[in-house]
T-cell receptor
């Protein structure tokens, strides 16, 4: 596809359940990011991948959150034992190059996966 | 205190008005300053970015950065109803890839 694709677009789950959110970046983009956007707030950084490895996972809120990118393309964000406070839009973004600063490439965001934990 | 502060609005203006959107920040290490536009239920899209201080113009949009005051602005001239969206400022330190976003200002341009 032309842009970053995220599935599902909407996910409603019950407290305590396990959730997986998928991101398919723009073809050829090396860097991949996950952000979380709560209602009325700006996106907050969760994790950054250069290729297959997580270069920085310092934004993950706790050990219930985990993300993988096994082949350097598609990434999955996994949330265990979901809590109501996990409800948010989870945004994935990719950029052409791995590096630092926007001069290394604009971030292209997907439309997000809207997670609601009841 | 948040690192980046932004008035949430909403800001309602008539079509054709000049719009001024602003952010303040506290961390002097920020070097890249960006403005993103986010339509409802869509992802943010980059409008403009500036490195360090100064002005940058792109069509109807002008971005300004005043590092001495830790204040950035986005001006939209001849605003259109299609400009109605949430505008997010974002900042980045040198040698970093993390964007720090403001909370966004919701703009409504009335026909």
């Amino acid at each position: 596809g032309a842009g970053v694709s995220q599935t599902p677009s909407n996910k409603v789950t019950e407290k305590g359940k396990y959730v997986e959110l998928r991101c398919d970046p723009i073809s050829g983009h090396t860097a991949l990011y996950w952000y979380r956007q709560s209602l009325g707030q700006g996106p907050e950084f969760l994790i950054y991948f250069q290729g297959t490895g997580a270069a920085d996972d310092s934004g993950l809120p706790n050990d219930r959150f985990f993300a993988v990118r096994p082949e350097g393309s598609v990434s999955t964000l996994k949330i265990q034992r979901t809590e109501r406070g996990d409800s948010a839009v989870y945004l994935c973004a990719s950029s052409p190059k791995a590096g630092t600063g926007i001069s290394f490439g604009e971030l292209f965001f997907g439309e997000g996966s809207r997670l609601t934990v009841l | 205190q948040k690192e980046v502060e932004q008035d949430p609005g909403p800001l309602s203006v008539p079509e054709g008005a000049i719009v001024s959107l602003n952010c303040t920040y506290s961390n002097s290490a920020f070097q890249y300053f960006m403005w993103y536009r986010q339509y409802s239920r869509k992802g943010p899209e980059l409008l403009m970015y500036t490195y360090s201080s100064g002005n940058k113009e792109d069509g109807r949009f002008t971005a300004q950065v005043d590092k001495s005051s830790k204040y950035i602005s986005l001006f939209i001239r001849d605003s259109q109803p299609s400009d109605s969206a949430t505008y997010l400022c974002a900042m980045e330190k040198d040698s970093s890839y993390k964007l720090i976003f403001g909370s966004g200002t919701r703009l409504l341009v009335r026909p």
